[in-house]
């Protein structure tokens, strides 16, 4: 385990060779593990962050070095995200044959990658790099994790966790590395060094993976707009808005950046989301929020994921109300560049839609994602499942969710069929390789052996039989 400063004398290149030259040493042997022996390791990840009281110290270090969230809600995360990533890592094949068909005659035998390289972020710096290590172990590979320089406290506190139970288990601790001093030459040396790369966060990031000369999957940005419907049960929304919106104070990229109320219910879904504490600003207000929030044109951190009290006064809001309430609610009427609200907020900022026609309303929401947010995902609440399929069906996004609190759903719920993650793709749409939900076979490669079976050979008619009829040979 990496726990001290490398030496001053040191590159970034010697430093991360000697991570990833550990690294293959212990994936050798973990290459030859059973399946059972594999999922107990992935087991042993699991357990040593979803263990409570290990999960509430992960995220109370988590608060008091990054600034970010609050613990109660972080300690939910490291237990749930945990869990339900473990429920969906239990019984899946990922070691010898994973699948036998006779019919077409392919066997596929699952292999390693070799060692992953995992950059991680701020906002959730026990979670990620545990649903990561998980997912990549679960493929037979080691993992060497980059957090961020906020972030590194926590990870080194997680993986020393790790380590604990390898050794309970007797497998190698090197299977699990993280870089004890996070700096950019450090991160974009591993993604050079390292087999394949997977990163969440910053953008910077992602397209220093892509362009690393490795296998890469990195994630858009959320600014996840939301569609109230003339039909929606509003208290249902207002509180599944509610809890999702201000969840860890909005570190998750996929909470509510906007909603989009249908103008027959708007006044009384105003009222339902006041129920459930939102303050609507006034157009001073507003002016106010925005200065504070974008003093200099870019999202200042003294916002980000900050308590409501905090913003309220950081902006000089003089009302009461605006200091008691949970969230805030902006009018607006426009996006892009000229109207920033429009964007992504990570913070308990809500921006407020009216529209009357669903069709008018999606070509409003594609150019919010078309500033911020593309491909990521869109919700309505809706009783009609038409009008749900027609949002699917127009919006470039990578998910739609009906009648859930968004950041609960998108990446994974225990009452949706997406699987559980922290690393959602976005799609080409985003400049992504993968458009759902990072997965354990995402570190898989697959050997498939093909056998001959009876000859499906097809006639002219079969191919171009509509064609010839349509518009002759």
Same mark, same amino acid.
């Given at each position: ?231 929606? /049960? @509003? #208290?249902? =929304?207002?509180?599944? $808005?509610?809890?999702?919106?201000? %969840?860890?104070? !909005? ?105 009357? /026609? @669903? #069709?008018? =309303?999606?070509?409003? $929401?594609?150019?919010?994602?078309? %500033?911020?947010? !593309? ?99």
């Amino acid at each position: 385990m990496t726990t001290s400063p490398p030496h001053a004398a040191e590159t970034a290149e010697q430093v991360v060779a000697e991570m990833v030259r550990r690294a293959r040493t212990a994936q050798a042997e973990f290459a030859g593990y059973s399946q059972e022996r594999v999922d107990h390791v992935v087991a042993a990840v699991a357990w040593a962050i979803a263990e409570p009281t290990r999960a509430l110290e992960l995220a109370e270090l988590a608060v008091r070095d990054t600034g970010l969230g609050n613990v109660e809600d972080k300690t939910l995360k490291n237990r749930r995200k945990t869990m339900g990533t473990l429920r969906d890592l239990t019984g899946a094949k990922s070691v010898g044959i994973i699948s036998d068909d006779p019919k077409t005659g392919i066997t596929e035998y699952a292999k390693p990658m070799g060692v992953v390289a995992a950059v991680c972020p701020s906002t959730n710096p026990a979670a990620t790099p545990a649903n990561k290590a998980m997912m990549v172990l679960k493929g037979g590979n080691a993992v060497i994790l980059s957090p961020s320089p906020k972030g590194a406290s926590t990870c080194a506190l997680l993986v020393r966790h790790i380590h604990e139970q390898f050794d309970r288990l007797g497998v190698p601790r090197d299977l699990v590395q993280y870089t004890a001093v996070p700096s950019k030459a450090v991160t974009y040396e591993l993604m050079r060094q390292a087999d394949f790369v997977v990163v969440t966060g910053s953008q910077k990031n992602v397209r220093a993976a892509y362009s690393s000369g490795t296998p890469a999957i990195g994630v858009g940005v959320g600014n996840a707009p939301v569609i109230i419907d003339a039909d929606a /049960d @509003l #208290d249902d =929304a207002a509180a599944k $808005i509610h809890a999702s919106k201000t %969840f860890d104070y !909005a570190t998750s990229c996929s909470s509510e950046n906007s909603v989009h109320i249908h103008t027959d219910v708007y006044d009384a879904a105003i009222d339902a989301l006041r129920r459930q504490g939102a303050y609507l600003v006034s157009a001073q207000e507003k002016r106010r929020l925005q200065q504070v929030m974008w003093p200099d044109g870019k999202l200042s951190a003294e916002i980000t994921a900050q308590p409501p009290g905090k913003i309220a006064a950081l902006a000089g809001f003089n009302e009461q109300g605006a200091h008691d309430a949970d969230f805030f609610l902006v009018e607006e009427d426009g996006y892009g560049p000229d109207h920033p609200f429009s964007g992504e907020k990570l913070s308990v900022v809500l921006t407020v839609y009216r529209f009357t /026609d @669903l #069709d008018e =309303a999606l070509d409003r $929401i594609q150019g919010i994602l078309d %500033f911020q947010g !593309a491909g990521h995902s869109c919700g309505i609440h809706t009783k009609n499942d038409d009008r749900a399929r027609h949002v699917a069906e127009r919006l470039k996004v990578a998910r739609v969710l009906v009648n859930q609190a968004h950041c609960f759903g998108t990446g994974g719920g225990f009452d949706n069929g997406l699987g559980f993650t922290l690393t959602m793709g976005a799609g080409t749409w985003a400049g992504n390789s993968i458009s759902h939900n990072l997965s354990y076979r995402d570190f898989l490669n697959i050997t498939r052996l093909a056998r001959v079976i009876p000859a499906c050979e097809p006639t002219e008619a079969d191919l171009w039989g509509s064609y010839f009829e349509t518009y002759g040979r």
